[in-house]
Each structure stands twice: as C-alpha cells, then as structure tokens.
C-alpha cells in the first residue's frame, strides 16, 4: 500500500525554524517528483518547494526561497523541508505529494501532477 505520512508539524515564534518530515513508503523511488504543498486559513493549496528524486535539484515558489529548504533521505525514502525565519504568513497545513514517474522540471503550480498525498501536518507561527 502506498502512503506518505507527514510529522514535524508545531506551533513555532516567528524567526524560529521547524522541520517537517514526510515517510513515503509503498513505492520505488524512481524518478518522481516530491513536493511539499499548503494550505493557509482562508487560502487556496499552494505549492512551496519540489525535489527531484533523480537528481535533487529542488524548486521552490517565491514566497519561500531563501527560508525554506527541501531535502531527501534515499535510504529512509524521508522529504524534508526545513524552514527557516518563519512568518506569521507560514501558518498553514502542510501536505506532502510525489507524482508518478516524472521526466523535467517538477511542478508546483500544477498540483494536479501529483497523484498521491498524504493527510497534512499543521503549522501556526505567532508573531
């Protein structure tokens, strides 16, 4: 059975870090994107950061570059995102999304190219 179970999820003082982690598992790695989505109060899904599981080359929406980094475990099949100076604008659910085998660029508009999702992890960041 294939999953993806997120953790690391907190309530966090704006300027302080918090790592999330998601386990895949159920699934080869293969060459897929991973990506970590959220979800703010209020706010449509938005995609945050993206890595490549072939090469790691990561991608990251605007909102986040500079703060936020992903990263993979290959041997645990772990994604990371560890984010830094966090802003009262972070507080959101975060869920983490792989899309099947994947050639290029991985997407973060396009959600919908990811076809598995886990059930999300929340963060609150007080100002």
């Known amino acids: 059975q294939m999953y993806l179970v997120e953790s690391g999820g907190a309530s966090a003082q704006a300027g302080g870090r918090l790592t999330l982690a998601c386990v895949a598992s159920?699934?080869?790695?293969?060459?897929?994107?991973m990506a970590w989505f959220r979800q703010g109060p209020g706010k449509a899904r938005e995609g945050v950061a993206a890595?490549?599981?072939?090469?790691?080359?990561?991608k990251y929406s605007d909102s986040v570059e500079g703060r936020f980094t992903i990263s993979r475990d290959k041997d645990t099949n772990t994604l990371y995102l560890q984010m830094d100076d966090l802003r009262a604008e972070d507080t959101a659910m975060y869920y983490c999304?792989?899309?099947?085998?994947?050639?290029?660029?991985?997407?973060?508009?396009?959600?919908?190219?990811?076809?598995?999702w886990g059930r999300g992890t929340l963060v609150a960041v007080s100002s």
């Open positions: 890595l490549y599981t072939r090469d790691g080359s990561p």
């Open positions: 159920g699934f080869p790695a293969g060459n897929r994107c």
């Open positions: 999304a792989t899309t099947g085998r994947w050639v290029g660029a991985c997407p973060l508009i396009n959600e919908y190219e990811y076809n598995l």
